[in-house]
């Protein structure tokens, strides 16, 4: 036999790895976790104070406590109410439902948007025959979280306005027992 007659060994061919798709993978990988991360440390710096409960709460350890108080005698007091909003007029309405109101009392609003702080309303109530009203216009485009009481604070009842909605029952947060 001749050595010209042998056939070709098959050699394979050297490959750049940036060729390989596995290793642009691996990068991938890796740099969408990096970008992730630094993403998630910027969100949560930038983000403040995030309490969900907007009173002043106390902190011990792991454990949150507010002071509910005004929940209590809200409900030792059997109050309830109805908060409307009249779009049309510019005016938001309290009417009491049941319990012992004091029908001279001013009362606050707190309008709290579920998501951004900065777009909380504060509302001053006036007395009137039937309840309580301010003159003042309402974005209806997204839901409140509402929280009734007196200037002083001694009580306060709270409920949720959904979108769209232009009334809703306002209650203690603690239930009878």
Known sequence: MDTNDTPPQDTPERSSPWRQPVIWLVIALVAASVIGGITMIVIASNAGNDDAVADPVQRTAQVQTADLGPDAAARERNLSAIVRVDAELELVEVLPVEGDF??????QLHLRHPVEAAEDVTLQLQPTELGWRTG?????????????????????????LPAGQQAAHLQPALSAQ
């Open 136 to 160: 003042t216009e309402v974005a209806g485009d997204h839901d409140w979280n509402v929280e009734l009481g007196p200037v002083n604070g001694s009580w306060r009842l709270q409920g949720r």
């Open 102 to 107: 004091d029908p001279a009392a001013l009362l």
